[in-house]
């Protein structure tokens, strides 16, 4: 069983303070001077493919993104963390891939016909700039494999059999799947952090190769879809309303308290 794991490594939006919030012409602000890390999604998708690696003995553990030089210091984290191989694809200039998953899944689709079949491929559910949530539907509908959704674990059951859980808003499904197959991970309360590695894995990891593919190598210009266009970026402002709850002591206020404000919303 071979596994990918494909992950968007993005700037720490935290790090922008209002005044960097100024788009160019080109609809993109400058995020060159935050750091660049793995939102929960993507930290779950690797966490788990880990997990299931540790468990099976599978060796045969890749780490993909689309992204320019900047992310690779977190792609030599996940050769610290010991998977096996970490591409990235140079992405075209002309494309903006924030808001074009299908550029992206193409991209990673036309990666994984070149090499030797994976048959797991694990994502994070949606990144924190485009926010799309369509990334893995779409590559799992480019390979024609089912996609799963919403994973919160894999384990390996009986010969070449994956048991995957998958949280729902009122249930938790248990799954029984022949690869080959997409896993999309959970929400973000259901995700799980990636580990951390430890100094002697870093420096081990420093002396391994990244391996750099450029777009047009793998897609020509006209096979790249076109980007949608941004034509104005603002900044909302969220209030939130606050009351005071006055009264004679906490037991008068809990009941106003629940009386004009929770009780309408605990009912059934």
């Known amino acids: 069983m071979k596994i990918m794991v494909c992950v968007k490594i993005e700037p720490d939006l935290s790090m922008l ?15 060159r001077y ?15 493919a880990l997990t299931l690696v540790e468990s099976t003995g599978v060796h045969a553990l890749t780490a993909v993104t689309v992204g320019d030089d900047d992310v690779e210091p977190v792609l030599k984290t996940l050769l610290a963390l010991n998977f096996s191989r970490a591409v990235r694809i140079a992405p075209p200039i002309q494309v903006d891939l924030r808001f074009n998953a299908q550029c ?7 990666f994984h016909q070149s090499q030797p ?29 089912p996609c799963v959704t919403q994973v919160t674990e894999i ?7 994956l048991q995957v859980t998958r949280q729902m808003a009122d249930e938790i499904q248990y799954l029984t799947l022949r690869p080959p197959v997409v896993l999309v991970t959970g929400q973000g ?6 580990r951390i590695p430890t100094l002697k894995q870093k420096l081990a990891a420093a002396r391994k190769p990244l391996d750099v593919l450029m777009a047009n190598t793998l897609l020509s210009a006209t096979e ?7 034509l104005h970026l603002h900044r909302t402002s969220v209030h939130r309303e606050g009351r ?9 206020k809990a009941r106003i308290l629940y009386e004009q404000f929770l009780r309408q919303r605990l009912q059934p």
């Open 117 to 145: 079949i994976q048959t797991v491929v694990i994502l994070g559910s949606q990144s924190g700039e485009g926010q799309n949530r369509q990334t893995g539907p779409l590559l799992a509908e480019m390979f024609g494999w």
């Open 224 to 230: 790249l879809p076109v980007s949608p266009s941004i």
């Open 17 to 31: 303070a209002d005044s960097d919030w100024q788009a160019d012409d080109l609809g993109k602000i400058d995020c």
């Open 155 to 161: 384990r390996l059951t009986g010969e070449n059999l």
């Open 244 to 252: 005071i709850i006055t009264g004679q002591n906490p037991q008068e």
């Open 104 to 110: 992206v899944a193409q991209l990673l689709a036309a």
């Open 34 to 48: 935050a750091r660049r890390q793995l939102n929960v999604f993507d930290q779950s998708a690797a966490e788990l």
């Open 189 to 194: 309360e259901q995700a799980r952090l990636l």
